[in-house]
């Protein structure tokens, strides 16, 4: 292999964000692992597993770290970003695979540190002895002080882009691609159309709740429908109060919103409570009181029907 071929291995650096997305893969297949493992066990009697639930959990990730870390060199997030560990203790510029002994302490580290805190946090829930009390108190220093130092690390990290976990520091492994990177062409123009888009529909919301919809309507409709006798006639009202202006049939409990039409009661007030800019549909007037049809104006209704 030319030496021009080797170095991009060893110089590209890998992406913050590519890391730290690998470790929420990560954490996002184990998951799903286990709860499709224990979907297994949903017609059993529950609770079956929860006995012996670090000890499943810690099988579960022993079979993904033979499969993964041991044999690719790389966990699942990783393979899917084509991202790979290599041994930082090795001299040689050329990539190097961690070594036998730090995959073995890395699940030491991962597997085995994860079993034995769940463990422990159940040996001191079911103990309340003197002796148990002590060591516990031992245990959340420990754990306390690898939170820190996880922490520590993690600010290191963000400063340098190297050894994303404590786990990796210690080990001497850190993440690199493992194939050069090529430089991608990316069109825009797709994003622009939905960056517009969403754009315009945002607008649209934001626009159309106040926007009259009735009212609007009952412009259009007296624009394009002249009216042709005058308004606030008797005669008017008498001749077209024999169907309501809104549902067609023939007026309950007559009432005026002060044009020529007839509405039902219900169908005013109702359509006045929930607009209260509602309009007359057929010319426009606005209601500003819903006033009974006179009573010599209903009779002559009647004698002409």
């Known amino acids: ?41 949903h017609g059993f009697k529950p609770g079956l597993l929860a006995r012996f639930e670090p000890e499943v959990k810690a099988f579960l990730w022993l ?54 805190e769940e463990r422990c946090y159940d040996l001191f829930r079911n103990h309340h002895l003197a002796s148990f009390g002590k060591l516990k108190q031992c245990v959340n220093l420990v754990v306390g002080i690898l939170k820190l130092g996880g922490l520590i690390n993690f600010l290191i990290f963000l400063q340098r882009g190297k050894f994303a976990t404590l786990t990796e520091r210690l080990l001497g492994i850190h993440s690199v691609f493992c194939k050069p990177q090529n430089i991608r062409e990316v069109g825009f123009e797709y994003m622009n159309r939905e960056l517009l888009w969403h754009g315009f529909a945002e607008f649209l919301i934001f626009l159309l709740p106040l926007i009259n919809i009735q009212k609007l309507k009952a412009k259009l409709s007296s624009w394009c429908i002249p009216l042709t006798s005058a308004p606030n006639s008797d ?12 549902c067609g049939e023939w007026p309950t409990m007559p009432h005026t919103i002060g044009c020529e039409h007839i509405f039902c009661y219900y169908c005013a007030k109702s359509s006045f409570l929930f607009d209260m800019y509602f309009t007359c549909p057929k010319c426009g007037t606005e209601v500003h009181s819903v006033q009974p049809l006179k009573s010599g104006i209903e009779m002559a209704e009647v004698n002409a029907l």
């Open 235 to 246: 005669n008017t009202l008498a001749t077209s109060g024999k169907e309501c202006s809104l």
């Open 1 to 41: 292999m030319a030496p021009g071929e080797e170095n991009p291995k060893s110089t590209n650096r890998v992406l913050r964000i590519s890391q730290l997305d690998a470790l929420e893969l990560n954490k996002a297949l184990e998951q799903l692992v286990w709860s499709q493992f224990s979907q297994c066990f």
């Open 63 to 116: 079979f993904l770290w033979r499969f993964t870390i041991y044999s690719k060199n790389a966990t699942v997030g990783q393979s899917v970003l084509n991202i790979q560990y290599k041994n930082d203790f090795s001299s040689n510029l050329r990539y190097q695979p961690p070594s036998k002994n730090q995959k073995l302490w890395y699940a030491v580290c991962t597997i085995g540190g994860r079993w034995l």
